[in-house]
Nanobody
């Protein structure tokens, strides 16, 4: 069973950047479809980005397009979320997740219930 640990969150001013990391143990991340989600206080968890290592396809929520980049490093067994031009509305706990079900189209993975393993989350706070 894969275990996921996020890191890289913190406090940043609007317009700044952060890179989140999701390190895995107990499994090889390239065997999964990997997603990033976030949850702001009082709001539902929402999809941010997903990567399928086979074919290197990615997909982003509209709120993330053009500002965030998801990538993976096989050697490090880590998935990253590079976040640029951050806005106060990006403030949330960010979670990475792994899905065993790897045969679907990239847009299928926008729902949290499609994932089997979750990290504990890392807080991102963007000040105005």
């Amino acid at each position: 069973q894969v275990q996921l640990v996020e890191s890289g969150g913190g406090l940043v001013q609007a317009g700044g950047s952060l890179r989140l990391s999701c390190a895995a143990s107990g499994g090889t991340l390239s065997s999964y479809v990997m997603g990033w989600f976030r949850q702001a206080p009082g709001k539902e968890r929402e999809f941010v980005a997903v990567i399928k290592w086979s074919g290197s396809s990615t997909y982003y929520a509209d709120s993330a397009k053009g500002r965030f980049t998801i990538s993976g490093d096989n050697a490090e067994n880590t998935v990253y979320l590079q976040m640029n031009s951050l806005k106060p509305e990006d403030t949330a706990v960010y979670y990475c997740a792994a899905s065993n079900r790897i045969s679907y189209g990239i847009t299928w993975y926008q729902q949290g219930k499609k994932y089997d393993y979750w990290g504990q989350g890392t807080q991102v706070t963007v000040s105005s």
